[in-house]
């Protein structure tokens, strides 16, 4: 870079969410520069149902700046409190994953972290946990009568209604989309990406480019050449065959995980369909074979299905001279945890960050400053590889050949601090301080998937020592506020007549 950034090229594949998202972080968080993006509606995009994290809400609304009642509007999420996961111990007919939990705290009215008292079971272990389980929305009526929604949650979102809605609101910002294939990248001589060329001969010059092209990752893989560290030790599965079905049913306010013969399928509930998509290992099992395991579970899926190929892993670095790589382009893994979006959120905002801080100068403090980030996205992208691991490591629901793989070889990384202090110690909030620096699943992640899937310990709780009796209030206050709260149905009609208040953590 020679100069001031200030022409950012955003390229895209098939105009999915990576590039919208990446815009618009650039254009709110830096009005001035002048950003494009490109892609092209010739490109198929996967197109299947996003789940989130509980982190996406606040990128979206806070960060972003998008206008939740226009969201809901034009988007029609659903509320997803968290996972439910059929999994881990083949006694147990399932364990909830909420967002919303205390396992990890010590709550002022009891003398120890809520886990020791959820040690056999942790259904109860938080308010969200009781709502999965009644199948209720975070929007609670209060006594005065007024609605109020407790927004620590994801959501659920149709892909396609939501690149829609962020190619609007791209455009409202002045920001140019242009509809073209790339067919050149021209690399001047100091490595750096100078312009891209178009089929029409015309081409598109850039100070920053931001590769969102998916898994081809144009610019990142294919043009500079930066290595792949495949996650593969850890992580078997390789494909997925998607469907859904127009809904007959009640709409479920979490992402369920189900175990399956050779991986596992989700379902991720929308408001008028269900998305459903069998995540496996094609070292295990064929395309057929999957498929029709999948249609035998969810008789319902109609004959129209899609193939997906990936591979698990990350590139190096995301930000290599003037590339910086989001989504797809940068690194994957299996949806297990909903880390997409939240990981274009998470890489986007540090680019923001690093341009801000160096004022947009293509200064040696500027490449300090992006190394740091490489650092630290890095590290991010292994913690959720390690903490996905942790899925394959212990899940005893099903005896197969390829679970059985997934008992003997998974590599968990770095976790296996954590879980071998978890074995031996319990669910000690000391252990918090193994995992790695600004997690993205923090302890209580670790000790609810840790719990849930009963992975065993050495620690043998002492009821004499707990005070039960003050557990057994706090969970009375867990389920009368649970009855408070409306059915998924009542509360849509609520949000959609803007008669609630809304409490962000």
């Known amino acids: 870079m020679e100069k001031t950034i200030h022409n950012v090229v955003v390229l895209g594949g098939g105009g999915g969410s990576a590039g919208f998202l990446s815009a618009l972080a650039l254009k709110v968080k830096m009005p001035w520069l002048n950003v494009v993006v490109v892609h092209s509606t010739n490109i198929p995009v996967i197109g299947v149902g996003e789940a989130t994290t509980a982190w996406i809400p606040w990128f979206l609304h806070k960060y972003l700046e998008l206008n939740r009642e226009q969201f809901y509007e034009e988007t029609q999420p659903i509320w997803k409190l968290g996972i439910k996961f059929i999994w881990g111990d083949s006694t147990q007919s399932h364990f909830n994953y909420p967002f919303v939990t205390h396992l990890a705290d010590k709550l002022s009215v009891l003398s120890k972290s809520t886990a020791y008292y959820c040690l056999d079971s942790t259904t109860e272990s938080s308010i969200y946990s009781l709502l999965m389980e009644q199948n209720k929305s975070p929007c609670f009526q209060r006594e005065n009568g007024d609605f109020v929604v407790d927004e620590r949650f994801g959501y659920h979102i149709e892909n396609t209604s939501f690149v829609a809605y962020l190619e609007r609101r791209a455009a409202e910002l002045d920001i140019k989309i242009i509809d073209k294939a790339v067919v050149n990248i021209e690399v001047a001589e100091n490595g750096y990406v100078r312009q891209l060329k178009f089929t029409d001969e015309t081409t598109l010059a850039g100070d920053l480019f931001v590769d969102c092209s998916g898994f081809r990752s144009t610019l990142l893989g294919e043009t500079l050449q930066e290595p792949f560290c495949s996650f593969s030790s850890s992580l078997f599965c390789d494909s997925a065959v998607t469907g859904r079905w127009m809904r007959d049913d009640a709409i479920q306010p979490f992402t369920t995980a189900q175990t399956m013969q050779s991986g596992w399928c989700w379902q991720i509930d929308l408001q008028d369909k269900v998305n459903r998509g069998y995540v496996y290992s094609s070292g295990f099992i064929s395309d057929d074979d999957a498929l029709q395991e999948m249609k035998c579970q969810n008789p319902l899926m109609g004959d129209e299905h899609n193939l997906i190929r990936f591979k698990s892993g990350r590139h190096q670095r995301f930000w290599v001279k003037n590339v910086v790589a989001v989504g797809n382009a940068s690194g994957f893994v299996e949806p297990l945890e909903s880390t997409g979006l939240h990981m274009i959120g998470e890489t986007i905002k540090c680019v923001c960050d690093v341009l801000i801080d160096s004022d947009q100068q293509p200064s ?112 009375n206050h867990f389920i009368k506020n649970c009855a408070n709260a409306l059915p998924i149905q009542e509360a849509i009609q609520v949000v959609k007549e803007r008669k609630c208040q809304w409490l962000t953590s």
């Not at 976790?415 to 993205?440: C, H, M, W, Y």
């Open 364 to 475: 040696p403090g500027l490449i300090n400053l992006a190394n740091l980030a490489n650092r630290a996205i890095a590290q991010k992208w292994d913690d959720i590889r390690d903490f996905l691991s942790i899925h394959f490591k212990f899940n005893r629901r099903v005896e197969s050949k390829f679970w059985r793989h997934c008992w003997h070889k998974t590599d968990i990384g770095d976790a296996e601090t954590v879980v071998d202090f978890f074995q031996n110690n319990g669910p000690s909030p000391i252990g918090q301080i193994l995992l790695r620096k600004n997690s993205v699943f923090g302890y209580n992640g670790y000790l609810n998937l840790l719990m849930g899937q009963q992975v065993p310990t050495k620690y043998q709780s002492d009821n004499d020592t707990l005070d039960l009796d003050n557990w057994r209030q706090v969970k």
